[in-house]
């Protein structure tokens, strides 16, 4: 579903009287990386799309991409987990004799994945499974008071 609004500081008639095309921005919000003083309406378009995942549930997702720029960029996501995911599979960590055994740090292997493959070619490319290496975490065992910690979710009576 494709929506077009206009925002806008104005309360003038017009604007009251389309809610459903201008959008009005209380002066007391901060809305500072627009300037409203010079252009009194900014118009805005984004995209909202509704779609099932596997469980059964909806996910949605406002987006100013096009159709075919969310397909590119769910593949392109899966790629480099992919990608990181064979990287850290290649590395070895050596488990020393010390308290806990380690494990990668698979947040930092992504982001160097992430500069590897976007590292040009004047500049020598880094040594991705050493880096991975250097940033491991050890695994620790689940403390007796982690065990039974659940959310707590509000319930409206």
């Known amino acids: ?63 100013t991409k096009r159709r075919e720029s969310i397909t590119q ?12 995911e064979m990287m850290t599979s290649h590395v070895v960590i050596s488990q020393m004799d010390k308290r806990h055994p380690y494990q990668v740090n698979f947040t930092v292997a992504v982001h160097v994945c992430r500069h590897f493959l976007r590292s040009r070619d004047d500049e020598p490319p880094p040594d991705v499974e050493a880096l991975i290496r250097k940033n491991i975490l050890p695994i620790r065992p689940i403390r007796p008071r982690q065990q039974n910690m659940r959310k707590i979710r509000e319930i409206s009576r």
């Open 73 to 84: 960029e769910i593949f392109a996501r899966m790629l480099m987990y992919n990608f990181a």
């Open 1 to 63: 579903m494709d929506v077009h609004l206009t925002l806008t500081k104005k309360q003038t008639k017009e604007v009251k009287a389309y809610p459903e095309i201008y959008k009005f921005i209380s002066s007391k919000a901060t809305f500072d990386f627009l300037d409203l003083h010079e252009y009194v309406f900014y118009p805005i378009s984004f995209r909202v799309v509704r779609f099932v995942l596997p469980g059964g549930t909806y996910e949605t997702v406002i987006t």
